[in-house]
């Protein structure tokens, strides 16, 4: 079996936050950081303090990948577009609203490297944004335009709310579904892109078609970051119709870039790693993609009028978790290089844990620290004797009764041929 623990940090745990890449093998992103005028005071370790200070101080909290933390700030930020709507509502909506989300809709354009805004729809999260584009999949199956037995390829590793929508959608429309059996711990990026390929070619035996692929940027557990651009590109010599790259714990942990990574769709929370209220998250999607059958699940008056509008108003609800991405750049902005400085600053962070840790307990990471970002996989003692899911659940809920620490524990079942325990 494998035992893993998995340790995150934010800028809470440690005067600074977030690190990774959008490639395992690169760190800092190749753009200009994004600013806003007039430049902010940087950020000092009392401001931190300050500004998480609502956060439980009897829990550890190391799994910030789960909900990600909001600083006092931004909170206040939010709590007064909600008075705004709740004063006048009709104003709200008819006056604000939607320049509102319009002008977070271009921070995270610039922010994503896209081409245009008409790209980027606010969507609640990466789990809606799943269901966006999977529901035209399944629409592609029922109108005849993919054949039954037509194959979608998606990761092992894929998180569980997306395994079940490939299930809902492609699944049930007819499509064979082929899962990429990924190994653990994971020791290259080599390892990953030959059972991607076996994966392809598995999906076109007996004349089927790959019409579609889902990629996780950064799989949760395990976590790894994953070679998204190769990934894409083999897709693309092999003649894949569509690439999704579920970017859950992307923007604000690794380095998200369009342009450089070249999927048709790409969705990333911003409530994990980018200091937003939950929740919210973006979904991009390629304009020379045939976007026309892109709708929103929930339908509302705006339906018909391209994702980004349906998304901006899908009914009577909140939505100003959308509205305080300005506030959120401001906040990011007043860490020493920004973003850019957060993210290296998590990943130099927890690496330097996981290293701490599998020395006093004798293990090893899930995975190298090239392949980690603003978390870390820490294999766990076998004297502990997890061996199974359960046992796993009750050391996590046994380390947060007793002893205040709230983490990620991953089990995996002993594979055929293996020997002893396997612990990160």
Not at 45 to 60: K, L, T, V
Request: charged share 20%.
């Amino acid at each position: 079996m494998a035992s893993s623990l998995q340790t995150q940090t934010h800028t809470n745990a440690m005067n600074g936050t977030s690190a990774s890449a959008a490639d395992p093998k690169s760190h800092l992103s190749k753009k200009p950081r994004l600013h806003t005028p007039p430049q902010p005071l940087l950020i000092t370790p009392s401001d931190i303090i300050s500004e998480f200070s609502h956060h439980d101080p009897s829990i550890a909290r190391i799994n910030n990948g789960s909900f990600g933390c909001c600083p006092s700030s931004v909170l206040s930020s939010q709590q007064q577009l909600q008075l705004q709507w709740l004063q006048q509502p009709d104003h709200f909506y008819f006056n604000q609203l939607q320049s509102r989300i319009l002008q977070s809709r271009n921070i995270i354009k610039d922010m994503i490297n896209a081409d245009h805004v008409d790209e980027v729809s606010i969507v609640d999260n990466a789990t809606t944004a799943a269901a966006i584009v999977l529901q035209q999949i399944a629409w592609g199956f029922a109108e005849g335009r993919f054949q039954p037995g037509d194959a979608a390829v998606m990761l092992h590793y894929a998180y569980g709310a997306v395994k079940k929508s490939v299930e809902a959608y492609v699944t049930r429309a007819g499509g064979y579904v082929i899962e990429v059996p990924l190994p653990f711990p994971v020791n290259s990026v080599d390892e990953i892109v030959q059972e991607f390929r076996k994966a392809l070619e598995r999906g076109k035996q007996n004349g089927r078609r790959v019409r579609f692929a889902v990629i996780d940027h950064v799989t949760s557990m395990p976590s790894v970051v994953i070679p998204v651009k190769e990934l894409v590109r083999i897709c693309r010599e092999e003649g894949v119709d569509q690439v999704f790259v579920d970017a859950a714990h992307g923007i604000g942990c690794v380095d998200v870039d369009m342009k450089q990574i070249g999927a048709d769709f790409y969705s990333s929370n911003l409530h994990k790693w980018l200091f937003c209220p939950p929740s919210v998250a973006f979904l991009y999607c390629r304009r020379s993609t045939n976007n026309s059958d892109l709708h929103h699940p929930v339908v509302s008056h705006e339906y018909g009028n391209g994702l980004a509008i349906e998304s901006a108003w899908i009914g009577t609800r909140d939505y100003s978790a959308q509205l305080v991405v300005p506030k959120v750049l401001e906040f990011i902005n007043r860490f020493e290089g920004g973003i850019d400085g957060i993210k290296k600053k998590n990943h130099e962070a927890v690496v330097e844990m996981g290293a701490m840790l599998v020395k006093a307990w004798g293990t090893h990471l899930g995975c190298p620290p090239e392949m980690c970002s603003s978390m870390v996989m820490v294999g766990l003692p076998a004297c502990l004797g997890i061996s199974s899911d359960q046992d796993a659940l009750k050391l996590r809920t046994y380390l947060r009764e007793k002893f205040g620490v709230e983490v990620p524990i991953y089990y995996r079942a002993q594979k055929d041929g293996e020997v002893g325990p396997v612990t990160g």
